[in-house]
């Protein structure tokens, strides 16, 4: 199951993405600042896929002034993964 599970940090380069551009919620049609990072992750999100997400989270250099962390195709949540998040939000 883990390997159903993306987890990723969404750039400002990858903003021109065509796949999103039929979204209208897609990061593409949005503006950004530059003190915001967003994260997305797809997939359950439970133990199997926590790992990947703080190797995501262990990307950023140093704290933004805002984190978005999209979960729109996020079907199922365990507590490891609930865990995950409360140690990013302290």
Same mark, same amino acid.
């Given at each position: ?8 940090? $969404? ?5 021109? #993405?065509?796949? !999103?551009?039929?979204? *209208? &919620?897609? $990061? ?5 600042? #530059?003190?915001? !990072?967003?994260?997305? *992750? &797809? ?34 949540i365990d507590g490891t993964g609930i865990h995950a998040l409360e140690e990013v939000y302290?």
């Open positions: 199951m883990a390997m159903v599970t993306n987890v990723g940090v $969404i750039t400002r380069e990858l903003k021109d #993405d065509d796949d !999103e551009a039929i979204d *209208i &919620n897609a $990061i593409s049609n949005k503006k950004v600042p #530059d003190e915001v !990072e967003v994260f997305e *992750i &797809n997939g359950p999100f439970f133990f199997g896929a926590v790992s990947k997400f703080r190797d995501a989270i262990r990307f950023i250099e140093s704290p933004p002034k805002v984190l978005i962390i999209r979960m729109r195709n996020v079907p199922a302290s």
